[in-house]
T-cell receptor
Framework: DVKVTQSSRYLVKRTGEKVFLECVQDMDHENMFWYRQDPGLGLRLIYFSYDVKMKEKGDIPEGYSVSREKKERFSLILESASTNQTSMYLC????????????FGPGTRLTVT | QKEVEQDPGPLSVPEGAIVSLNCTYS??????FMWYRQYSRKGPELLMY????GNKEDGRFTAQVDKSSKYISLFIRDSQPSDSATYLC???????????FGKGTLLTVNP
């Protein structure tokens, strides 16, 4: 059974803290994605990666960075968390020849106070 | 004009009803059209996809694409309470491009 796992389901951090969100997939997928999901705004792409050590900005990369040192792991970093980064964060992965079929993790609900 | 527009609902129907969910889009380069289903407190999962125009059927679900009108639909026949979820449309120009999602429609099927 294919699986995308995220390090935490719920996370509470203080303004200004550095936050790491981890995502691991066991499907040997080349592509990995980070989204945030907010009521009324839907799913918005933050960053994505088509291969190890590669990264591309999505639609809303400001305030975020990513790291992909291994194929199976894609990390999202909030260098200095702010309250407007309170959101649901979803990680996804896909094969390059089936990019329309993304597999999502369960999400991390991040609250920044 | 946003690239993908989707009525957020909410939509509430009785069990057994036929449900119609729709999205419109503006980018004529889109070739892949997907419907993802997201249950509460879960990540989205791919329900169906269509390449280019036409219909696709899978059990109680039918996906339609009308590229001339830039309009896609998902029909659910004999809806069940287990169909209660948020349905997101998504589109892309090719098989290895990023997806553009609609905002999702929240559907509740009442027993």
């Amino acid at each position: 059974d294919v699986k995308v796992t995220q390090s935490s389901r719920y996370l509470v951090k203080r303004t200004g803290e550095k936050v790491f969100l981890e995502c691991v997939q066991d499907m040997d997928h080349e592509n990995m994605f980070w989204y945030r999901q907010d009521p009324g705004l839907g799913l918005r792409l933050i960053y994505f990666s088509y291969d190890v050590k590669m990264k591309e900005k999505g639609d809303i990369p400001e305030g975020y960075s990513v790291s992909r040192e291994k194929k199976e792991r894609f990390s999202l970093i909030l260098e200095s968390a702010s309250t407007n980064q309170t959101s649901m964060y979803l990680c996804a992965s896909s094969r390059p020849d089936r990019g329309h079929e993304q597999y999502f993790g369960p999400g991390t609900r991040l609250t920044v106070t | 004009q946003k690239e993908v527009e989707q009525d957020p609902g909410p939509l509430s129907v009785p069990e057994g009803a036929i449900v119609s969910l729709n999205c419109t889009y503006s980018n004529s380069a889109f070739q892949y059209f997907m419907w993802y289903r997201q249950y509460s407190r879960k990540g989205p999962e791919l329900l169906m996809y269509t390449y280019s125009s036409g219909n696709k059927e899978d059990g109680r679900f039918t996906a339609q694409v009308d590229k001339s009108s830039k309009y896609i639909s998902l029909f659910i026949r004999d809806s069940q309470p287990s169909d209660s979820a948020t349905y997101l449309c998504a589109m892309s120009p090719g098989s290895n491009y990023k997806l553009t999602f609609g905002k999702g429609t929240l559907l509740t099927v009442n027993p």
